[in-house]
């Protein structure tokens, strides 16, 4: 099943990686490249670590932390993007907000906090979603176990997305030619979405069983994924992270 | 998953209880388009804490279609689970929630799931309040307000807001709202669902879809 959602035209989420071997993806953006379960791990710490009280300089500390990671991993401006968002949050929620007001502190406060609560988990995230592709992401979950009959939905879900720009656009494209009056516009932009996206399943599936996807089998796939020291090491330090903030309560 | 293989011309889920691939891509397909709809309401939740606390019903209330649509063509048991999964999932793993969100999503799914196997998966009435159930779910997304209230205040309270904000907060993190979020998510689902009947009566029976 690893790559059939390619095969339908609707689900063609081309991923285009470098293929510089014949077997196996070699996966090198910085100095350091993570397993895909790594990343998750460091997740998992960050949303453990996301409602526990912490001092301002902690909190700094593990945002300068995983932006450290994120550009050991090659991606530089995320980690500088993050940096820079993270700084105008604590800039509106400290000194914009409070002395300001107005309206937009009543509405945003709130989600603003809720962002810098889960900021963490927001960084981890998005080195997850740029680090991997679908077809990464679902080999390192199978690796952890997930049985099938939630990866094959899982895959089919994310590489849905895509096909469900083009078709939405394409919908627009059609409404736009003919004047549709307002009140009718949400009808007529479901009613052929759902049409298509029925259709779209209907294919899938027959390709799909054509390429086995009922084979109870054990799937390959091509990406090389082996836990490395550097991985143990991120974990280690996450593990440790969450450790100290739960004993220390934060309080530096 | 069974070996044989399954291909059939007819729109009806394929036969046996177990779920199979086709079973599988159509939830793919239909979660992928609850969850757009679901990330546009989230998005609009945001912009203000009452719009916030009111997304699940607002979910609810325009989701219904692609869930009916599923809940039509896979009447099997499991396929809310895995619908419900999925959405936590990627919730979770681009980091937009806490682990609140998988929690109330696994016990929403679950009771939903029971109600569909009591109904027998066919009937209307068993799918429709299988899918007021499933709203709950959602309601992990603003759950942390009361959960994590304490933690909420102190940190409002160290940024600087003036005591009539957190005052003004506190009146919305009461018990009287928390169960206002939920009757509404629920009642919003029925509705919603009325909303995908009306629909499914009017294209989607003449198209020979369901």
New interface residues.
């Given amino acids: 099943m690893r790559s059939k959602g390619a095969s339908a035209s609707a689900a063609g989420a081309a991923e285009a990686e470098p293929r510089e071997r014949v077997l196996g993806n070699v996966h090198k953006r910085g100095p350091i490249s993570l397993d895909p379960r790594t990343v998750?791990g460091v997740?998992f710490a960050?949303?453990l670590v996301?409602?526990m009280?912490k001092g301002l300089y902690v909190e700094l500390a593990l945002v300068l932390a995983v932006a450290l990671l994120q550009a050991l991993c090659g991606h530089w401006r995320m980690a500088l993007a993050f940096g820079g968002f993270y700084m105008a949050l604590w800039a509106a929620?400290?000194v914009l907000?409070?002395?300001v007001g107005g309206v937009a502190?009543?509405?945003?406060?709130?989600?603003f906090?809720?962002s810098?609560?889960?900021f963490?988990?927001?960084?981890?995230?998005?080195l997850?979603?740029g680090e991997c592709s679908v077809h990464r992401?679902t080999a390192a979950l199978q690796r952890l176990r997930v049985p099938?009959?939630?990866l094959?939905?899982?895959?089919?879900?994310?590489r849905?997305?895509p096909t469900?720009k083009d078709e939405a656009s394409h919908i627009r494209d059609a409404m736009r030619l003919r004047d549709i009056p307002l009140s009718e516009r949400v009808?007529c932009f479901?009613?052929p979405?759902?049409?298509s996206?029925?259709n779209?399943?209907?294919e899938?599936?027959?390709a799909?069983?054509c390429r086995g996807?009922?084979?109870?089998a054990l799937s390959t796939d091509t990406e090389r994924l082996r836990i490395q020291a550097v991985d143990w090491a991120v974990l280690a330090l996450a593990a440790l992270a969450v450790v100290a903030v739960a004993l220390t309560g934060g309080a530096l | 998953m069974a070996t044989q293989v399954a291909v059939k011309a007819s729109p009806r889920s394929s036969e046996g209880k177990v779920l199979k691939g086709r079973d599988l891509i159509n939830i793919g397909i239909f979660t992928a388009i609850y969850f757009i709809i679901q990330f546009v309401f989230m998005l609009c939740g945001g912009i203000h804490p009452a719009l916030w606390v009111f997304m699940p019903a607002l979910d609810a209330l325009f989701a219904g279609i692609p869930f009916m649509l599923m809940c039509a063509k896979v009447q099997k048991p499991g396929a809310i689970v895995i619908m419900g999964l999925i959405v936590a999932l990627i919730y979770y793993v681009t980091g937009m929630f806490t682990p609140l969100i998988l929690v109330m999503m696994a016990g929403a799914c679950i009771m939903a799931e029971v109600i569909r196997a009591v109904f027998r998966y066919t009937s209307f009435v068993g799918n429709a309040v299988a899918y007021a159930v499933f709203g709950f779910g959602m309601c992990g997304s603003p759950l942390p307000l009361w959960v994590f209230h304490d933690s909420f205040v102190a940190q409002i309270a160290e940024q600087g807001m003036g005591a009539g904000y957190l005052a003004s907060l506190n009146s919305l993190a009461t018990t009287p709202t928390l169960i206002a979020m939920f009757a509404a998510t629920f009642v919003a689902g029925l509705a919603g669902v009325y909303i995908a009947r009306g629909l499914f009566k009017k294209h989607f029976v003449k198209a020979g879809l369901v």
């Fill in positions: 998750m997740l960050a949303s996301a409602f009280p929620l400290n907000f409070p002395h502190a009543t509405m945003f406060t709130i989600g906090t809720f810098r609560k889960i963490l988990c927001l960084m981890a995230g998005a997850l979603v992401l099938q009959v939630v094959v939905p899982l895959t089919v879900t994310m849905y997305f469900f009808e479901i009613v979405l759902i049409m996206a029925t779209t399943a209907d899938l599936s027959r799909a069983t996807i009922e084979n109870p």
